[in-house]
């Protein structure tokens, strides 16, 4: 019985791109197709760990047919094999929501669309960019399964029917177009197979001229070579194939481990993000083998959630076959190799950071966000990851200029005890705020904490080779010898402006907890700072945006006792204490500081009358 069905709607619009969009690389198909015969044998060796019955009985292989007459390609495994909901589910459908991202991400820049073929899974359409059509006939591993026959040219719909089929696995028929019958060469087919797909590790077959079946790949896996006999391009293939990776990477590390701990692996640090950096669904990660027997993709207790944008394999000698999640959640053998991996690519940073600086900051930008989590979860590692973080700070020109804490310490001013920082949604609003007034002028350095996780890692830090980490808009302001002339005339304006500064707290009683006489400011009237123990004001705004609930704190305003307008509302209020001027003024004093810091202000309809009665009156004088 056969039906005809339609293609899911994002199926068809992949399809349509496929075929009309990406056609400078069309011969990756092959690989596509091989690397799924790949996973469909490492599926059945899986299965058959527990359940021996499945075991086939012959040799697990690829086998890669051609009829150059009638311009065919047959590529057949002995793996799995599919039921026919499988069938409906895994080619009619894009299940997963990679396949969405990936039609969102397509660039229309060929060479790139290619490479994220791979990379979202969806490979198995990329056919239809050299068929006119495509048949697969497949029949699922076990008792009792009937083989089901799949075919369509890759339009809206495809025919679903029953089919013969002697073993389980599936094959899949190509009819190619015309113009593209150099498929169904020999020679084609063999320099693609090399090119491509040289580290499978099973064989893949292929008939020679005499008609004589051949292996054509090395079939021992890439990372059981030793690596002086892997090239540069063939690490890179594996890379992109076999692990989902996404453009070049900065570093391989390729270990055989022998002795008390027997492995394999090869772990890649990508030079570019991967889509699903921050996403919960990451397909690829670090592979785990046993015995070269595929156990699962992304094995999470290989690495730690920090190391994420790290691709890999590992194959182990040391665990069971049989092994489970469970198992592996707190295995001895597990936890060793995550150690030495972990201690590999820090290491490998380190010396990144090191020597490659230019490289180390391509890394840094598009995974340091990344990396500053381990501070936050990793605490054997810490003093490593410390010498890694960078920041932006005010010494740097810009954004593309980064500091390391023990640069930082290096060139600290003499006399100076403290690290200091602020935190805030971007380089171009910190850097102007009042609160680096007096670090301005004295050319003390202030790191520039703009990630959003800053926030929760500076408390991490804490402490860097026995300096602590300060805010500068936090508490009072304690500059130790740097700042001895600012405290003392900060003492002696205190008490001269006692009185107009209770005024002032009065005034504002409803949004501020005090009002003080700063050292901190240069240019500006005056500042809001956060109390010693309260949350800052960006750590606010971003527990609203969390949708936390905040408390709500009030600050402190810190007014700067040589500034004109201070001097000038001091004497209207030593002229009369209750002149209403001094009300709106003093609003708009609060007003200004916090927009100085890119804040709202709290009543804009309020802020702008008072700003325009001002306007009024000096015009007027005018
Ligand atoms: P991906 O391989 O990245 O999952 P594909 O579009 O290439 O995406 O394949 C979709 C799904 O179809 C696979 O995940 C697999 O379940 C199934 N499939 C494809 N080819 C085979 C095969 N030769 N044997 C068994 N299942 C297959």
Redesign the pocket.
């Known amino acids: 019985m056969s039906q005809q069905m339609e293609f899911q709607t994002e199926a068809k619009q992949l399809l349509h791109l496929m075929i009309h969009s990406l056609y400078s690389h069309r011969e990756v198909f092959l690989r ?2 091989i ?3 790949s ?2 044998l490492d ?1 059945l060796r899986f299965e058959a760990l527990t359940n021996p019955q499945l075991a086939s009985g012959s040799e697990p292989a690829i086998r890669v047919k051609l009829d150059k007459e009638a311009k065919t390609v047959t ?1 057949s ?1 002995n ?4 039921t026919r909901e ?1 069938v409906i589910d ?2 009619g459908t894009i299940a ?1 929501s990679g396949s969405k991202a990936f039609l969102e991400k397509m660039t229309g820049d060929q060479k790139a669309d290619s490479n994220l073929i ?1 990379q ?6 990329s056919v239809f960019m050299v068929a006119a059509s495509v048949k ?1 006939i ?1 029949k699922k591993a076990g008792d009792g399964a009937a083989a089901v026959m799949w075919e369509s040219c890759g339009e809206s719909t495809y025919t679903l029917g029953d089919a013969e089929k002697d073993g389980h ?2 094959d ?1 028929i190509i009819s190619l177009k015309d113009e593209e019958a150099v498929y169904a060469e020999n020679w084609q087919a063999r320099s693609l197979i090399k090119k491509y797909s040289d580290f499978i590790a099973f064989p893949i077959y292929l008939p020679n001229d005499k008609g004589e079946e051949e292996v054509v790949n090395q079939t021992k896996p890439l990372w059981r070579r030793a690596a002086a006999e892997v090239t540069e391009e063939q690490y890179e293939e594996f890379y992109q194939q076999a692990l989902g990776g996404y453009g070049k990477t900065l570093s391989t590390l390729h270990t055989n481990a022998e002795g008390v701990l027997e492995y394999s692996s090869i772990i890649f640090i990508p030079a570019t993000a991967g889509f699903d950096l921050f996403s919960n669904e990451r397909k690829h990660g670090v592979k785990l083998y046993v015995k070269r027997v595929f156990i699962m993709d992304n094995c999470k207790e290989l690495l730690p959630e920090y190391l994420r944008f790290v691709r890999g394999v590992v194959d182990s000698e040391d665990l069971p076959l049989n092994v489970s999640r469970e198992i592996l959640q707190q295995n001895a053998v597990i936890e060793r190799i995550s150690k030495a991996l972990v201690s590999r690519i820090l290491g490998k940073l380190k010396d990144l950071a090191e020597n490659e600086p230019q490289v180390f900051k391509e890394f840094w930008k598009n995974f340091g966000p990344v990396l500053k989590e381990g501070l936050h979860t990793d605490f054997e590692n810490r003093e490593k990851l410390l010498e890694l973080i960078r920041f932006q700070s005010s010494m740097g020109e810009s954004a593309d200029d980064l500091v390391s804490l023990k640069q930082y310490v290096d060139r600290m001013r003499e006399g100076q005890k403290d690290i200091y920082y602020i935190t805030g949604e971007s380089r171009e609003i910190v850097e102007k705020s009042p609160h680096l007034e007096v670090f301005k002028a004295k050319s003390i350095e202030v790191l520039y904490l703009v990630d959003p996780i800053d926030e929760w890692i500076v408390v991490d830090i804490y402490n860097y080779n026995d300096k602590q980490l300060k805010p500068v808009n936090k508490g009072g302001l304690d500059l130790g010898e740097l700042g001895r002339d600012e405290a003392e005339k900060q003492v002696k304006a205190q008490t001269e402006l006692t009185g107009f500064s209770g005024r002032i707290k009065e005034i504002l009683s409803d949004v501020v907890e005090d009002v003080r006489v700063t050292g901190r400011l240069k240019d500006s009237p005056a500042c809001l700072v956060a109390g010693e123990h309260a949350m800052g004001a960006h750590f606010e705004k971003i527990m609203k945006a969390m949708g936390q609930e905040v408390p709500a704190t009030k600050r402190i305003l810190e007014i700067n006792a040589d500034h004109a307008i201070i001097r000038n509302m001091n004497a209207r209020f030593e002229k009369d204490a209750n002149a209403p001027e001094l009300a709106e003024w003093t609003m708009l004093l609060y007003d200004g500081a916090l927009i100085a810091e890119g804040h709202m202000v709290s009543d804009p309809l309020a802020y702008s009358k008072r700003v325009n009665n001002m306007l009024a009156k000096i015009s007027e004088a005018g």
């Open positions: 596509e197709l690397s799924n015969a996973d469909a599926k590529i495994d793996g799995i094999g599919m499988e895994n080619i997963r791979g979202f899974g969806v490979g198995f359409y697969v497949t696995g599936t899949v």
